[in-house]
């Protein structure tokens, strides 16, 4: 019989073991942790993204699952996830991946959050969700070259110039980038020597519009600068300090002010440079020879003439449209439920409609059109015969775009362009001149983020196990 000493003995050994067991259980399921210090001097951000860069000096790959999927970021109270957006995964020989997160409130002198991974017990959300990420992407809107968005977009619209943001591209030899640090580059030859081809190197544009020989810069002062060809008066500054936007057409330009109106100027021989006083324009697109402005209850009213027809552009009354987009011959609207109506000359096929449910913006060139999708590709239809004649790429300027990473479109004379997430634009189909040259800068203005002046810098920290998590994930 065993004696009492003895049981008890037995009983503290068969403790210790459930503990140790216990511990090493929790050890294993414990999440590891890294902390992201932001540095930052300024005004304090809200809802601000700031870019996590992990390689193989700062993190330790065989910690997590090869897919990456484990990861997840918390705010400083190791408790409130923050949403994110993976740009790239453990690329190059120093296996570099970037992270997109959003913070909701980054203090003027910065602040500490978290990254963890490892840990069976959790599945991250969804990494590739930009919706969760990136602001306002369900209400972009790609018109005429230009790309614009607004967060309040529909019935009850709000003008704010902080939320304006654009790609400007050329319809003949010159593409208008609109960069990160305010400057705009242009590249291409300037063929009739309008001095289109230079760069605007102000600091100030939040937005560029480029017309057939004329480009406009947006600024933040609420004025407009323009450049190149002035025959007809397109090219003429703005200076009423209240402008939201701007489109430029073959040969005429149309401010948005503030106050909901159009003010049009240029060549006005079809009218399409007539202004507009109805007070509730959120968004103008121009064509070659017409001009449409969104209004905030969803309809559309266009203006001028069809080149070369003597017939004008019909209106859109639907009241569910969340962009215009404006071409050669053709306009299409973006709908409210991901669709697009398009409308006008239809010799190539590019006034289809789009009917997949999933369009986040849409631009019109000269003879195709473009839709963004929600997955980060681009479907184009249309006039699609420059792959061989200018393409160095060999693909035509209706050519579809399927690497998943489009963030906006533009559609020129012949001519495509893809700006993509990592600050890069691809082009396409007629390069005549040079207009269709890739960029690889990295610096073209995401629409869908927050910038500051300076950025805040992010740093990793060293690795931890958080046993306080692994006792929580073994108790759930």
């Known amino acids: 019989m065993i004696s009492k000493k003895k049981l008890v003995v037995i009983l503290l050994i068969v403790i210790g073991f459930i503990i140790a067991l216990v511990i090493m259980i929790i050890f294993k399921s414990s999440p590891y942790s890294r902390p992201i210090t932001i540095s930052y001097s300024g005004e304090a951000l809200i809802d601000f993204q700031v870019k996590a860069v992990l390689n193989k000096d700062n993190f330790d790959y065989d910690h997590v699952d090869n897919n990456g999927h484990q990861i ?47 840990s069976p017990k959790y599945k991250s959300p969804k990494w590739d969700d930009a919706s969760k990420m990136w602001d306002n992407i369900k209400h972009l809107n790609i018109f005429g070259g230009v790309f614009d968005y607004n967060a309040s977009w529909g019935k009850n619209a709000s003008h704010s110039r902080e939320m304006q943001h654009r790609l400007g591209i050329a319809v003949t030899g010159l593409t208008a980038l609109l960069k ?18 230079e760069d605007y190197n102000g600091g100030d544009a939040i937005g560029v519009a480029a017309g057939y020989t004329h480009v406009c810069v947006l600024k933040l002062d609420g004025n407009v600068d323009c450049y190149g060809n002035d025959d007809y008066g397109e090219a003429e500054d703005y200076n009423g300090g209240d402008a939201i936007g701007v489109a430029a057409g073959s040969r005429h330009t149309c401010i948005l002010k503030s106050n909901g109106n159009v003010d049009c100027y240029g060549d006005n021989y079809e009218g399409q440079a007539d202004d507009y006083n109805g007070g509730d324009a959120i968004g103008v697109a121009a064509g070659y020879f017409h001009t449409c402005v969104l209004k905030s209850n969803g309809n559309v009213d266009c203006w001028g003439k069809w080149w070369q027809f003597d017939e004008g552009p019909e209106d859109y009354f639907g009241g569910d449209a969340i962009g215009v987009a404006a071409g050669y011959r053709h306009i299409c609207v973006l709908k409210l439920d991901g669709n697009v109506d398009c409308w006008g000359k239809n010799r190539y096929g590019q006034a289809e409609d789009y009917f997949r449910g999933d369009a986040i913006g849409v631009a019109v060139g000269e003879n195709h059109t473009c839709v963004l999708r929600a997955n980060g590709n681009v479907d184009c239809y249309g006039r699609n015969d420059y792959r061989d004649r200018y393409g160095e790429s060999g693909r035509g300027q209706a050519e579809d775009y399927n690497d998943g990473d489009a963030i906006g479109v533009a559609a020129g004379y012949a001519y495509t362009c893809i700006f993509k997430a990592n600050g890069n634009v691809d082009c396409y189909g007629k390069n005549d001149y040079g207009k269709a040259e890739d960029y690889n800068g990295g610096d073209v203005k995401n629409p869908f983020r927050k910038y500051a002046l300076p950025e805040p810098a992010t740093n990793i920290g060293n690795e931890k196990a958080d046993l306080r998590l692994g006792f929580l994930e073994f108790f759930r």
């Open 72 to 118: 997840r970021f918390r705010d400083t109270d190791k408790a409130t996830d923050l949403s994110f957006w993976r740009e790239k995964w453990k690329e190059g020989n120093n296996q570099e991946s970037i992270f997109w997160v959003k913070v909701p409130q980054i203090p003027d002198k910065g602040k500490i959050i978290y990254l963890y991974y490892k």
């Open 180 to 197: 990160s640090n305010g400057n705009v580059n242009n590249h291409g030859e300037d063929l009739f020597d309008y001095g289109l081809a």
